[in-house]
């Protein structure tokens, strides 16, 4: 029980994320199985639905398995900074004395070495040889991160310009078979963010599955009226993407041997959200003002 609890914030955090990350693939499916006949739009959207968990799932136990520290092949050192020329051990030596010496007055004496001091340099060798080394996971988190910030990037740069979703939706389907097709295509390119990002801001395996599985289920039985609320206030999905250039930059950092507390991830998200959720309410305020007063006019 105390483990659920421990985990409870960030299995809330990854299933709210997992929501609006689903959005676009809501968008696109509604788009495709737009051109069935209306008897076959529901199933379609509840199997193309099914599909895009299926496919989060599948590539979350392909990476967790890829990304586990034990595996011999993940961990093994595909090559070395150091051998390329590039003195890391210098470089983060040099940044640590320039700390250390920006914290103490000029005049002051150099004292001893402590035992600690000791331990903190060899602590020092070891981290800048894990930054050295370029193991497959730090290249899976360097790859996956540059492409969270890569896509966040052009999708807000689309939504800036307006850009609409037909442009994206491809040739047409004419058959209930060639809809599913496409939606399977476009569930790859979709899911492969939406793992990365859970992948990136929460460790357990578990916890990715449940967020993932309550997600879905949550928009198969919403997936209308979540589609529209969060098409009628895009500043959610401007927020949503913004969080993805945040966890990219973390991932990217996390490549080179970097360490963050994911806590002040959690924190960030969440306080933006309540911010946001507070300008939403007070726009819808000020709008049902201004229609009063045009209404009374």
Known sequence: M?????????????TAMEIVLGIDNIVFISILTGKLPAA?????????????????LV???????????????FSKSLFNLNDAGIPVASITQGFESFTEASVHDGNEQPHPKKESDVQKETESDSHAQE?????????????????????????????LDDESAEDHAGAKA??????????????????????????????ELWVIVVAMVVSMLVMLAAAGPISSFIEKHPTLKILALSFLILIGI???????????????IYFAMAFSLIV??????LRSKRKAKVNSAEASA
């Open 2 to 14: 105390a483990e659920f609890a421990e985990h409870l914030i960030p299995l809330l955090a990854l």
């Open 40 to 56: 076959q739009k529901k199933s379609g959207r509840n199997i193309g639905l099914a599909l895009a968990l299926g496919t989060r």
């Open 59 to 73: 590539l979350l136990f392909a990476l967790a398995f890829i990304m586990e520290p034990g595996n011999p092949f």
């Open 131 to 159: 930054v050295a080394e370029i193991t497959l996971r730090d290249l899976v988190l360097l790859l996956g991160g540059a492409f969270l910030i890569a896509k966040s990037v052009h999708e807000i740069h689309n939504k």
């Open 174 to 203: 004419i058959t209930f078979k060639g809809v599913l097709m496409q939606i399977a295509l476009l569930d790859v390119v979709f899911s492969l963010d939406s793992v990365i990002t859970a992948v990136g801001i929460v460790s």
């Open 250 to 264: 973390m991932l990217v950092a996390e490549g080179f041997g970097a360490h963050f507390n994911k806590g002040y």
């Open 276 to 281: 946001e959720m507070l300008n939403i309410r």
